[in-house]
């Protein structure tokens, strides 16, 4: 079983910086990323990064301003650039193998989730 804790919320002006952090306990995953939930909307896969051979996948909307990194057991997103559309729960989420990489149904596991508000 895999438990994440995440970090690093809070709220910035537009153009502003944040990182995320998520710290995975028990067994360790594959397949770690971020997914992000505005009010009204359904979730979204924001970016991931396997392991394995380190490859990462970004969302079009995130692409050159979010960088998802690893360093053991946590997985960090680098939010540069933000945008107020930005503005939602960001939420880690692990897997052995997830099919589909921005597919909510592929993942097991889920943390509580951490703010982030971006002000125009």
């Known amino acids: 079983r895999v438990q994440l804790v995440e970090s690093g919320g809070g709220s910035v002006q537009a153009g502003g910086s944040l990182r995320l952090s998520c710290a995975a306990s028990?067994?360790?995953?594959?397949?770690m990323g971020w997914f992000r939930q505005a009010p009204g909307k359904e979730r979204e896969g924001v970016a991931v990064i396997y392991s394995g051979g380190g490859s990462e996948y970004y969302a079009d909307s995130v692409k050159g301003r979010f960088t998802i990194s690893q360093d053991k057991s946590t997985v960090y997103l680098q939010m540069n650039s933000l945008k107020p559309e930005d503005t939602a729960m960001y939420y880690c989420?692990?897997?052995?193998?997830?099919?589909?990489?921005?597919?909510?149904?592929?993942?097991?596991?889920w943390g509580q989730g951490t703010q982030v508000t971006v002000s125009s």
């Open positions: 028990g067994y360790m995953p594959n397949c």
């Open positions: 989420a692990a897997d052995k193998s997830p099919g589909t990489w921005y597919e909510v149904r592929e993942y097991n596991y």
